[in-house]
């Protein structure tokens, strides 16, 4: 069978040219399959709240949500109402929580749009509370808030001594629910650390009940506490470097969790076409500032990715560019626009061949933990850096189902600008 490139292959599937010779391809079918990895750890009765806050990762916010409510998760997460209020215009129907306390002013439209929010610290909950009591919502309509809990990450949360007083004021408030206790665990491979949280958590708890509420589901666990293993997984859990088949490096992952990890797949894939291969004399600087001369006769591949799109500085001098099936080194400054990579050693590489900076290739891998470790950074960093403007293509298998460019969204069968 004959190999389509893929521009051949978004115009047999009815879809919008490239606009550029750089893309990442997002696998819906790895997505999915590590929402069924996760929810087979954690059993049915247990709630998988999906994050996908800074645009899923670098994935794509929309994509990725109906992707997630697709595969069956019972909630979505963001940052902030900016986000949630994009996953609702698209039409995404399952509760979204936003983990990160909004304005006051907008606790109406919130409820209205049935997006649950957090209190995480006492100023800010009194003037949401005072914003919903002056807003007199509509007979029916509902305020969700989920009661964080500081227990160690010391980011967010109420105290646990105080926590009782905060659920009575949530309570007491006429159309709002106490719908959720929860925190976030600091070091998650750390035993001790996360056993002294859990204890915190579970002090709060217990104070809610003294004072007489009912306890609301719980969710303290996000991807690292889930395959540690070392946390209860209350009533739910906040899944979201794990959906994107994505572990921390060098994670210490537990006995019983370890067929779970290994089901992971990875989502997302970076690969370009190079703009120009020349032929260069040995001495010749190559990029901004000469800090790479070829030492030999060179043949340089000019690639069409650069720090605009998330392939950051940091990357020089180490990375490198699968180009069939061999790792060719880049080098030289990575520009905003451009890298360069030498494929001297790798036969007659032209215009038409596909160089893979994430991903796999004839048997070969760039995995996204070997270029965090490049950066000296984490994986989440590598992923959610990628740049908006660096066009996705979406696809289950082999089969195209989307794209996404500064231009706008466009599906198989349909197209949305």
């Known amino acids: 069978m004959t190999h389509l490139s893929i521009d051949e292959r978004i115009a047999q599937a009815g879809l919008p040219p490239l606009p550029r010779r750089v893309w990442a391809e997002i696998d ?11 929810r087979e750890l954690i059993g049915s009765s247990v709630e998988l709240s999906a994050v996908v806050k800074a645009d899923a990762y670098g994935h794509g916010l929309i994509p990725v949500g109906r992707v997630f409510e697709g595969a069956g998760a019972n909630r979505l997460c963001v940052a902030g109402i900016d986000e949630a209020t994009a996953l609702r215009a698209a039409g995404i129907s399952l509760p979204i929580l936003i983990l990160f306390p909004i304005p006051a002013a907008d606790v109406a439209r919130a409820a209205a749009q049935r997006f649950e929010i ?44 105080a926590v009782a007083d905060a659920a009575r004021q949530i309570s007491a408030t006429p159309g ?25 958590f ?25 395959f540690a293993g070392r946390a209860p997984l209350y009533e739910g859990v906040r899944i979201g470097l794990g959906l994107y088949g994505l572990m921390p490096n060098e994670f ?77 080194p880049l080098v030289g400054s990575i520009a905003m626009d451009a890298v360069m990579a030498d494929v001297t050693d790798i036969g007659d ?41 660096l066009p996705r293509v979406y696809h289950a298998g082999p089969v195209l189902k989307g794209l996404r460019t500064l231009a706008g969204e466009a599906r198989v069968g349909s197209s949305a600008g």
Not at 132 to 161: C, I, Q
Not at 374 to 380: D, E, F, G, H, V
Request: charged residues 20%; proline residues 6%; glycine residues 10%.
């Open 28 to 38: 819906e079918e790895a997505l999915a399959g590590n929402v069924a990895a996760v």
């Open 118 to 161: 957090v209190a995480s610290d006492a100023s800010t909950t009194a003037a949401t509370l005072a914003a919903w009591r002056e807003t007199a919502p509509p007979a029916g309509t509902e305020l969700s808030v989920h009661l964080e809990v500081e227990t160690g990450l010391a980011r967010g949360g109420f105290k646990p001594e």
């Open 176 to 200: 709002v629910r106490l719908a959720g206790l929860w925190s976030h665990l600091a070091r998650s491979e750390d035993p001790a650390a996360t056993d002294a949280q859990v204890a915190a």
């Open 202 to 226: 579970e002090a709060a708890s217990g104070a809610v009940q003294d004072a007489g509420l009912e306890l609301p589901p719980r969710h303290m666990c996000a991807t690292g506490g889930l």
């Open 252 to 328: 210490p992952v537990g006995a019983g969790q370890r067929s779970a990890v290994e089901k992971l797949r990875p989502a997302m894939a970076v690969k370009c076409r190079p703009l120009r291969v020349e032929t260069f004399a040995a001495g010749t600087p190559v990029s901004y500032g000469g800090l790479w001369r070829a030492p030999r006769e060179s043949r340089i591949a000019t690639l069409p990715i650069g720090y605009g799109d998330g392939w950051v500085r940091a990357y020089s001098p180490l990375a490198a560019a699968l180009v069939r099936g061999v790792k060719a």
């Open 349 to 389: 590489v032209g215009l038409d061949d596909e160089l893979v900076l994430i991903g796999a290739q004839d048997g070969s891998e760039i995995v996204t933990n070997e270029l965090a470790r490049l950066r000296t950074t984490i994986p989440w960093e590598v992923v959610t850096s990628m740049a908006y403007r």
